[in-house]
């Protein structure tokens, strides 16, 4: 595979907290295509950012810990190299947008300067340079007078607004992946329509391959070409966007698409819900994190682990049950 | 749920406005207009939903409702009781029949009070129960919200956000009321634990015979919980209909942009429909646009539009729309959500 940009294999992240360290992630292996839209998906607590944050190695260590894994971006490990190496890498090549677009600027630092900051740290240009490239960043993300508006402060921007200031600044240095970290929760839905056309007009025009973080089925249907789906720290569902909604295989993305309801339905249907709640990760789980849950489970559920296989083409989950019939896999 | 025209909430031109003050001596500059005039009714047994976005006054109106703001002008009838006039004492008792569940079961508890304590606090401040037969109402009600009743001890800490939210509700239902503002009581919370909240919800309203006002962002889950919805946008309801038929039939231009910005579950449906993205953001509700509210963003607006505001008018039965442009869909047809996304 020749066109594969980034390929994560077996990457295990832990933090030690007072309560006892917590299994963030448990052994995780996917892989980004140039070009591609990968969603993943998950509910708090899954491990879908502390995965992200692992590969550019943004977890605080201590308390966090990456206990195994690579993340092979370009021939390189990103998890071996120096911090020098990791610190052109991101921003430059790999750039991340934040959830909350208020925390994730500086507030005593006008737009301007954070705008241009990267621009002359990584592309060395100069101060009238940066200046000149960061208008034409923020005209590019539709904000109305960009040239007046670079001596603003954050508070001065609407929240769509500081979002979009996120995004110019991601793309900036024209990244070859783009991690959107639940670029869209924090806002209203009619601004969450625009940021997402604004990053598919992006992608278009820049071409960058894009890892979008949610837990919103709905978002994610919008703007992936292919999915994942995290719980407990693993990827329990790897597929293309279409295979995923009209046939999902791990009871898990079953009970979530079900537990949705349907904009379009007249009737008053009682909502499917999954039972219980996602599982604390004190103890390394050693059989499905998802039993307790499930209600196809079976007793080998409780016994071993289900590795994520390829059940159809190109359509992978990590279950000992085929949710079609009943059977149980053998593999 | 069909029999309930017997109307238990109604609201007549209810205006909360909050002053600006500026300078040393606090000379009140402005007002921001969070709500400005919004009528409707709720009828016994029914969910209304309300929506809109951040900043558009509908938590303002839910709390005016129980008048936790004091209305700067208008009414808020319950069973033809007009709270807003009531002194503090009746209205205190008035609590009784109207309860409130906040959006932030992690900030709506107090951390240092047992979910006991939380619970019976209702109880105890309206002597309703004491000693023995307290514990058993507070088990009672863990019972009802589906929590428990062996973890009367402990603390809102060891609760998920889900379980955190049941504790709110069950303190909402301690005293029996008759109507319930739920203040955004699912967004806080994870997708596969926001059905379980919901079902209780509806299963509540059975048993309990109970009226809501359900205010939400999620245009979805409303649709799913509501009989009735409201659509609210700077401080002034702009539509209200049934739910099928605002979902169906929006007539407003903000309602028709709302709901074609909802995100479905259905990669398919991207590729059949465009989207009406609306330019710019919600203007401040402390110097709204003159005229309609909503022309500034509007792909509709014209100079009639500066004019004046809209009325609220009834433009099919049951359909309320204040927008000078809407127009009865003619021929009158069954437009699908489809359809009527691409119509623009």
Redesign the interface.
């Known amino acids: 595979m020749t066109d594969e940009l980034l390929n994560v294999q077996g990457l295990e992240t832990q933090f030690n907290t007072p309560e006892g360290i917590v299994h963030a992630v448990n052994g995780v292996d996917f892989t980004l295509k140039e070009g591609e839209t990968l969603g993943v998906v998950g509910?708090?607590g899954c491990g879908k950012s502390v995965t992200m944050l692992s590969i550019l190695r943004l977890i605080q260590q201590p308390p966090g810990k990456i206990v195994a894994g690579q993340a092979m971006f370009r021939g390189k490990d990103l998890l071996k190299m120096s911090n020098e190496e990791i610190r052109h890498v991101r921003g430059g090549q790999i750039s991340m947008v934040f959830q909350d677009p208020m925390t994730s600027l500086n507030p005593v630092m006008t737009i301007g300067k954070q705008l241009a900051e990267p621009l002359m740290l990584h592309l060395g240009l100069t101060k009238e340079q940066a200046r000149d490239r960061s208008i034409e960043l923020l005209e590019q993300v539709g904000i109305p007078r960009a040239a007046d508006r670079l001596k603003d402060y954050p508070h001065q921007y609407?929240g769509?607004?500081r979002q979009r200031v996120m995004i110019a600044m991601a793309l900036s240095c024209a990244p070859q992946i783009l991690i959107a970290d639940e670029p869209t929760t924090a806002l209203?839905?009619?601004?969450?329509?625009?940021i997402?056309?604004l990053v598919i007009r992006l992608r278009e025009e820049v071409g960058m391959a894009i890892i979008w973080i949610t837990?919103?089925?709905?978002?994610?249907?919008?703007v992936a070409h292919r999915v994942n789906v995290m719980y407990g720290g693993f990827i329990i569902e790897d597929s293309l966007?279409?295979d995923l909604?009209r046939n999902p295989l791990h009871p898990y993305t079953i009970?979530?698409?079900g537990?949705?309801?349907?904009?379009?339905s007249?009737g008053?249907k009682?909502?499917?819900?999954?039972?219980g709640?996602?599982p604390m990760l004190y103890k390394k789980p050693h059989s499905c994190p998802f039993a307790p849950r499930c209600k196809w489970v079976v007793e080998k559920c409780r016994l071993v682990n289900p590795p994520l296989i390829e059940i159809e083409e190109g359509h992978r989950a990590a279950c000992w049950v085929n949710t079609k019939d009943g059977s149980v896999r053998d593999v | 749920m069909s029999n309930h025209e017997e109307t238990l909430i109604r609201v007549e031109d209810l205006k909360v406005h909050f002053p600006i003050y500026r300078g040393v001596i606090r000379r009140q500059v402005g007002s921001v207009k969070a709500v400005d005039g919004v009528s409707f009714q709720v009828k016994k047994g029914e969910t209304l939903g309300l929506v809109g976005?951040?900043g558009c006054g509908k938590t303002t109106t839910g709390r005016a409702i129980v008048q936790l703001y004091k209305p700067t002008a208008g009414h808020v009838y319950f069973r033809d009781i007009d709270l807003v006039s009531l002194k503090e004492e009746p209205m205190r008792l008035m609590r009784k029949e109207i309860q409130m569940i906040f959006q932030d079961p992690y900030a709506s508890l107090n951390p240092r009070m047992t979910v006991r304590d939380i619970i019976a606090e209702p109880l105890l401040a309206f002597g309703m129960a004491t000693g023995k037969e307290l514990d058993t109402r507070v088990k009672e009600l863990m019972r009802l919200v589906r929590l428990d009743p062996d973890f009367i001890y402990r603390f809102p800490h060891e609760f998920?956000g889900?379980?955190r939210q049941r504790i709110g509700i069950a303190r909402a239902l301690a005293l029996n009321p008759a109507f319930i503002v739920c203040d955004e009581p699912i967004s806080a919370l994870?997708?596969?634990?926001?059905?379980?909240i919901?079902?209780l919800f509806?299963d509540l309203q059975k048993e309990l015979n109970l009226t809501y006002l359900f205010i939400a962002?999620d245009?979805?889950?409303v649709?799913?919980i509501s009989d009735r919805v409201a659509v609210m946008y700077l401080g002034i309801i702009v539509e209200l209909a049934d739910r099928?038929e605002i979902?169906?039939n929006p007539l407003h231009p903000y309602t028709q942009?709302?709901?074609?910005?909802?995100?479905?579950?259905?990669?398919?449906?991207?590729r059949r429909r465009s989207?009406i993205?609306?330019e710019g953001?919600?203007p401040s509700p402390a110097n709204p646009p003159s005229g309609c509210r909503f022309r500034t963003r509007c792909p509709k607006a014209d100079e009639e539009c500066e004019k004046g505001r809209p009325e609220f008018r009834e433009i099919l039965p049951g359909h309320f729309v204040e927008c000078f442009k809407a127009e009865v869909p003619s021929p009158l047809k069954e437009v699908t959500?489809?359809e009527n996304s691409i119509l623009k």
Not at chain 2, 257 to 270: G, N
């Open positions: 509910e708090s609407s769509g607004m209203d839905v009619t601004i969450q329509a625009q997402v056309e837990h919103d089925l709905g978002v994610v249907a919008s966007i279409d909604y009970g979530l698409l537990s949705l309801p349907q904009i379009q007249e008053r009682r909502l499917y819900s999954i039972d709640m996602p | 976005e951040s998920s889900g379980q994870d997708v596969s634990i926001q059905a379980q919901i079902n509806e962002h245009l979805s889950m649709r799913h099928n979902y169906n942009a709302l709901l074609s910005a909802i995100p479905v579950p259905d990669p398919e449906h991207y989207r993205v609306l953001d919600v959500f489809e």
